[in-house]
Structure formats: C-alpha cells, structure tokens
C-alpha cells in the first residue's frame, strides 16, 4: 500500500490550495482517511477526516469553513481543498488510510510521505 500527498507549495496568506492523497493498493472509497499535518516544532494534529463510506466527514476546529475533504473514486484520490490560508496553516501535511479514523488518530493504518504548505503573511 502507497500513499502519495502532493499540492504543497508556497502560498499568500488568503490563497487556496488543494492537496492530494492518491493510493495505490489500497481502495479509498472502502476505507476512512484523514489529513493530520505537523508544525516545526509542534506535534502532529489532525486536521479532517472522513468514515469508511465518506458519510461522516470531522474537520479541526480551526480549519472548518476553510478545508473540504472530497474524493475522486476513479482517481482512487482524496483531496484537500484550503481555502483562506493562513500562516498558522503553515505545515507538512500528510495522509492517512486503511484504518477506523480513531486508529488513525493514534497513528495507526498507512501514511503519506508528507507534502509542505508554507503560508506567508
């Protein structure tokens, strides 16, 4: 199982970008997945996620109304919509799969490698 996080990049603060977690040998659509990213210097925290079906989908407080989880089911791809970023949105983001959202939390299940998002001000 691979996953694979791109659409990081350098960004305004107030700009948008998407993120995406394409997987492979693993069917995402069957599966919960979440996007946890991780500050210098900080801990890893979940920032949104969504039940094996897709019909629950949770956000971090500081990022509902900005961030959108969707998914691409021929893709096999999850993305990240963030809009209005800013500068504490600055992070590697990752993903997460192949686990109950609750395990992943915990760090269970596969992880992306990580993609940066740095948000100036």
């Known amino acids: 199982v691979q996953l694979q996080a791109s659409g990081g990049g350098l960004v305004q603060a107030g700009a948008s970008l998407r993120l995406s977690c394409a997987a492979s040998g693993l069917t995402l659509s069957r599966n919960a997945m979440g996007w946890f990213r991780q500050a210098p210097g900080k801990e890893r925290e979940f920032v949104g996620g969504t039940s094996w079906n897709g019909g629950s989908i949770d956000y971090e407080d500081s990022v509902k109304g900005r961030f959108t989880i969707s998914r691409d089911t021929a893709k096999n791809t999850v993305y990240l919509q963030m809009n209005r970023l800013r500068p504490e949105d600055t992070a590697v983001y990752y993903c997460?799969?192949?686990?109950?959202?609750?395990?992943?939390?915990?760090?269970?299940?596969?992880w992306g490698q990580g993609t940066l998002v740095t948000v100036s001000s």
């Open positions: 997460a799969a192949g686990a109950p959202l609750s395990r992943l939390l915990r760090g269970s299940g596969y």
